[in-house]
């Protein structure tokens, strides 16, 4: 294999045997001519890729996709039903805190316990030993057997044994969830730093989130099989794009619950003598390579406009200062309402922020089919300088703010470049909202 290799799974299929009644498995191992009395059952179907040292990779996918079992068989928890797994560096695997610990034994002694099973001496140990019960804060209970720990300090000392072992390859199946709120941000500043020194991980979490601000790529498993592989934010919106279109079938049954009314919000109620700057005879044409578009065909996005306060069209913006977001969208059916909302996101798909008329209490009326409907909206961009993707999608709200269908989405509709507006003035962090300032001078001899 590869040096540069840490992770190469070829063909890998894992099959279980389901038994209708419990009964069968008997009658299946005594039967004269072998019938076969169960359905196979693939956990894992044909799975290949492969990946590289100190690459960080996520992976996503329903419940029962087959994400812990593809990890198992990595670790050697699980043996493949047919295809090959060749690892090159040593694991510590995240995947069930604590198991192999016993509950008769100190933690401490669970401590030496597990280092025996991952393949450390006890003089190896002896070094680690005092950072893994710093680490885990658990006090004096670490010398208490593990029977007497809460829930909370048994996951505390079970990532703490696992993470300290100084691994080539680390494996997390949503492990960062333990402990309290403290605990999770040691576990996660742990985390990067074992990345940054070029530990190879994988990462399993159902929170997109999470997979876009830690991986560098991902994969998709669905129904046992590998669905896609490559870069984290293409692969994440690919299956967020799958999970919203199955939202869509799920909801077209459901009778809308919603009260259209008139309102005078400023948002709502933007001056009628605004131009419509944005042109409304173009549907756009987006870069495959770069955008991903989806949506049921009931509204369709043709353009968008940003505009500076005196209505000038921009291409660059300025931090903290007001914009207006003119969209054009033609309705393909008449609906009672919609929503439509937009979004700025990094360039690693993490999502900084987000407007809808929804979230401001805003309904809007009634649309006849072909109507080509413009909506301006006036917002503030407090985001730090760099460049960003602008998304749009346009919704129709079952119930509002809960369980919307989606009619048009357009995901990196075009990059959009953000300026500090001076040289000598920046963000410290990524947001920023300004503030009033009081200074007043005590007269302490008062």
Request: glycine share 6%.
């Amino acid at each position: 294999m590869n040096e540069n290799i840490a992770i190469k799974v070829e063909n890998l299929t894992k099959i279980y045997h389901l038994y209708g009644n419990p009964k069968d498995m008997l009658k299946e191992l005594v039967h004269p001519f072998r019938k076969k009395y169960h359905h196979d059952y693939y956990a894992l179907n044909d799975v290949s890729f492969e990946i590289k040292k100190g690459e960080t990779v996520g992976i996503i996918g329903k419940n029962g996709a087959g994400k812990s079992t593809l990890l198992k068989m990595i670790t050697g928890v699980l043996t493949p039903t047919f295809g090959n797994i060749t690892v090159n560096g040593k694991i510590a695997s995240l995947l069930e805190l604590g198991a192999g610990f016993n509950p008769e034994m100190s933690g401490y002694d669970n401590i030496y316990l597990n280092g025996t099973i991952m393949g450390f001496s006890k003089e190896e140990m002896d070094l680690r030993v005092d950072a893994i019960i710093e680490f885990a804060d658990i006090g004096e209970f670490v010398y208490q057997p593990v029977k007497s720990y809460s829930s909370g300090m048994f996951a505390r000392l079970a990532f703490s044994v696992a993470i300290n072992v100084e691994p080539d390859i680390l494996i997390v199946d949503e492990a960062l969830s333990v402990g309290d709120m403290l605990f999770q941000v040691k576990c996660m500043a742990k985390m990067r730093s074992m990345m940054e020194s070029g530990v190879t991980v994988l990462f399993v979490s159902h929170d997109t989130h999470s997979i876009k601000m830690l991986c560098n790529k991902a994969i998709w498993i669905q129904n046992g099989n590998l669905l896609e592989y490559g870069d984290v934010g293409l692969v994440v919106n690919k299956y967020l794009e799958k999970e919203h279109l199955m939202i869509n079938d799920t909801l077209s049954n459901v009778t809308p619950n919603i009260c259209v009314s008139d309102t005078d919000n400023e948002l709502f109620n933007l001056s009628l003598d605004i131009p419509i700057l944005v042109e409304t005879n173009i549907q756009k044409e987006i870069d495959s390579s770069i955008s991903q578009r989806y949506g049921d065909g009931r509204a369709t996005i043709l353009n968008v406009e940003i505009l500076d306060t005196n209505f000038k069209p921009v291409v660059e913006l300025l931090s903290n200062n007001k914009y207006y977001v003119q969209i054009a969208i033609r309705f393909n059916t008449k609906l009672p309402t919609f929503v439509l909302g937009f979004s700025l996101s990094s360039l690693d798909g993490i999502q900084q922020l987000s407007w809808a008329n929804a979230q401001d209490g805003i309904i809007f009326p009634s649309v006849e089919e072909d109507n080509i409907i413009v909506v301006t909206t006036k917002i503030n961009v407090p985001i730090k300088e760099g460049i960003y993707n602008l998304s749009i999608g346009v919704e129709f709200p079952v119930v509002l703010n809960q369980e919307h269908q989606y009619l048009d989405v357009i995901m990196n509709y075009k990059p959009i470049k953000i300026n500090f507006e001076s040289q000598n003035k920046g963000f410290s962090s990524m947001f920023y909202v300004t503030g009033q300032y009081s200074m007043q001078i005590k007269d302490m001899n008062a």
